[in-house]
């Protein structure tokens, strides 16, 4: 099982961005995916989820509106898709995976097992 966070970077404040995260070694349709996000000396937090097959979405309430989280099961690939970046928004940001489909459960760092190594974006001018 392999999770490969990629595509992050240097970004202007108002821009957009669009991160990636390759999976291999498992049905990805069939798992609950998530991105979180670790700012420099916070601890890590969660930024979006969504359960499988495609199905319902969730957000903080501080990226509500701005990001998309987005799949592509044939390609074995999740996307968070980040627009009307700010410099609160810099962070280290990690992709996860995991069989559970309670969606109370997907918003929570505990339930996922398997874990990206995370990828860099910073927005500042």
């Known amino acids: 099982v392999q999770l490969q966070a990629s595509g992050g970077g240097l970004v202007q404040p108002g821009g957009s961005l669009t991160i990636s995260c390759a999976a291999s070694?498992?049905?990805?349709?069939?798992?609950?995916i998530g991105w979180f996000r670790q700012a420099p000396g916070k601890e890590r937090e969660f930024v979006a989820a969504?359960?499988?097959?495609?199905?319902?979405?969730l957000y903080t309430n501080s990226v509500e509106g701005r990001f998309t989280i987005s799949r592509d099961n044939a390609k074995m690939t999740l996307y968070l898709q980040m627009n009307g970046l700010n410099p609160d928004d810099t962070a280290v940001y990690y992709c996860?995976?995991?069989?559970?489909?309670?969606?109370?459960?997907?918003?929570?760092?505990?339930?996922?097992?398997?874990w990206g190594q995370g990828t860099q974006v910073t927005v500042s001018s």
């Open positions: 969504m359960i499988r097959n495609g199905g319902s979405t």
């Open positions: 070694g498992f049905p990805l349709a069939y798992y609950a």
């Open positions: 996860a995976a995991d069989r559970t489909n309670i969606y109370s459960d997907v918003g929570k760092e505990s339930s996922y097992d398997y």
